[in-house]
Each structure stands twice: as C-alpha cells, then as structure tokens.
C-alpha cells in the first residue's frame, strides 16, 4: 500500500532547541516528497520539496533512499515554528498522499 | 487573486441528507483534489482529478462523488451523509509540473 508514515502525533520543544519531525515512506521507485506546514488560522502551504534540496525558514529535509526517509530539521526551533506539518509524497499521475501529521509546539 | 474557493465554509447536515461542496481555483492548474482531514488521521485523499475530464479514486471514495465540471471546477458531493463524514474538507489546485498543492480554506461539514 502506499504509504507515508510521520511516527509522532505531537512533538514538544523548547525555543532555541533543534527539532526534527520524523517522516518515512513505503518504498517504491524514485519518491517525490514534500513537506506542508498549518500555521493556525492560515492555510495549508508547501514549506519545502526534497527535489530542490532548499531550506525555507530555518528547515531542511534530507531523502534518505536507504532509511526511506525524509525528516524535518531545524537546529534552532522558534515560537512561530509551532504548528501542523505533513509529509506528502507524489505518485504516479500527480497522485499526492500525505502523512498524519505532527503538530509541532514550540514552548518560550 | 483568489487561488482556490471552495464554499459552503460550514455545513450541518442530517443523516441522510445530500450535498455538494463547491471548489474553483483561477491559477490554470490541471490537476485538483479533495481531502478531508480528521484528527489523528491527517489528511486523507478522497478523489482526485490529474487534468480535466479524468478523475481517480483516492484513499477514501466511499460515499462521494465527483465532477471535474471545467478546468477551473471540482465538486465533491455525498449522496446520503452520514456521521462518519463530519469532517474538514479541503479542496487543492496544482499545476501537474511541480507538484505544488494550493489549498483552499477549508469547509467544515456535521452530519448528525
């Protein structure tokens, strides 16, 4: 089955400490994987995509063929950092599946 | 600009009961989706349309139908609500390219 994992459905941290927001896929070809994020009361948006290898925000995402994953960084969490994050992987035909999510908390 | 509409914002529903949730986006994207999200269980596609005049079953079809009216349109309908659907739901636009999903807003539906 396709399938996008995100083990942690709420991950805690203190401002200025580095989080990491876990995401795993089922294995099957060459994925493409991107990362949303829910800001409250705003839209669902695209953070950053694994194919352009960028970092948005302070966050970065590394494809790990080998451990079929594409975790979340952040060395240094801040307060605005708090809120909804998805893992997405598109198949064939533009089908895009997302994880559960991992609501972030960033706590002063 | 607007992006992606999608209307009503709230609906309450009795079991039973039929509706359509209305999505349009203005950004000439070929491909469009309905997802619904509920907690604990993240977002879940229901259909999807990859261009105009084709649609595909996601992971949760049961009980919806759809019609990809135009390029711009993408409706998502249940026949017979039941409280297994009170839900979030959310249509998004991409342009197949780059794999980008805009997102609307969100409707919030209850089916009592």
């Known amino acids: 089955a396709q399938r996008v994992t995100q083990p942690e459905k709420l991950l805690s941290v203190f401002k200025g400490a580095p989080v990491e927001l876990k995401c795993n896929y089922s294995y099957s070809g060459s994925p493409e994987l991107f990362w949303y994020v829910q800001y409250s009361r705003q839209r669902l948006q695209l953070l950053l995509r694994?194919?352009s290898r960028e970092s948005i925000k302070g966050f970065t995402a590394d494809l790990n063929k080998g451990e079929t994953s594409f975790h979340l960084k952040k060395p240094f969490a801040q307060e605005e950092d708090s809120a909804m994050y998805y893992c997405a992987r598109r198949y064939n035909n533009n089908d895009m599946r997302f994880g559960a999510g991992t609501r972030l908390t960033v706590k002063p | 600009n607007a992006g992606v509409t999608q209307t009503p914002k709230f609906q309450v529903l009795k079991t039973g009961q039929s509706m359509t949730l209305q999505c349009a986006q203005d950004?000439?994207?070929?491909?469009m989706y309905w997802y619904r999200q509920d907690p604990g269980m993240g977002l879940r596609l229901i259909y999807y349309s990859a261009s105009e005049g084709t649609t595909d079953k996601g992971e949760v079809p049961n009980g919806y139908n759809v019609s990809r009216l135009n390029k711009r349109e993408f409706s998502l309908r249940l026949e017979s609500a039941a409280p297994s659907q009170t839900s979030v739901y959310f249509c998004?636009?991409?342009?197949?390219?780059?794999?980008?999903?805009?997102f609307g807003e969100g409707s919030r539906l209850t089916v009592l």
């Open positions: 694994h194919i």
């Open positions: 998004a636009s991409s342009a197949a390219r780059d794999g980008e999903l805009f």
């Open positions: 950004m000439n994207h070929n491909s």
